[in-house]
C-alpha cells in the first residue's frame, strides 16, 4: 500500500490520473489511497512532483489489524442505520394508534 503525506500533497491529481487501479481519489485537495485496491506497482510515487507518497510494506498482522478497523467502522455504521430504522418504525406504529 502506499501512504500520503498530506502536508506535501497540493492536490495535482496527477497520482489519481496514472493509478492503474483506481486506488487513489482525491479528497479536499489531497490524494487518498484505497489499500484494497492498490497493487503496489509504485506507478503513483514517479508520478508524484512532490515526492508526497511513499509505499508501505504490511505484515500480515497490519493487514489484519486494517480489517478489524474497518470491520468495526462497517459494524458502527450498521448498528447506527438499525436505530434510525428502529426509531422510524415506533414513530410508525404511534401515528397509527
Ligand atoms: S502503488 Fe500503483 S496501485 Fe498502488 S496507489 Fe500507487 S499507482 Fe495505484
Ligand atoms: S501527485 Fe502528489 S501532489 Fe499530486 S495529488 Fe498525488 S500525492 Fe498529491
Redesign the pocket.
Known amino acids: 500500500m502506499v501512504r500520503?503525506n498530506t502536508e506535501?500533497?497540493?492536490?495535482?491529481?496527477?497520482?489519481?490520473q496514472n493509478c492503474p487501479t483506481g486506488a487513489?481519489t482525491?479528497f479536499r485537495k489531497?490524494?487518498r489511497s484505497n489499500t484494497n485496491k492498490c497493487i503496489g506497482c509504485e506507478i503513483?510515487i514517479s508520478?508524484?512532483?512532490?515526492g508526497?507518497?511513499e509505499i508501505v510494506i504490511l505484515t500480515e498482522i497490519d493487514e489484519l489489524r486494517m480489517k478489524m478497523q474497518s470491520l468495526r467502522k462497517r459494524t458502527r455504521q450498521l448498528s447506527q442505520e438499525l436505530d434510525r430504522f428502529s426509531q422510524m418504525k415506533d414513530r410508525e406504529r404511534k401515528q397509527n394508534l
Not at 508520478?47 to 512532490?50: G, I, L, N, T, V
Open positions: 500520503i506535501r500533497c497540493l492536490g495535482c491529481g496527477s497520482c489519481v487513489l482525491l489531497k490524494a503513483c508520478a508524484c512532483p512532490q508526497a507518497i
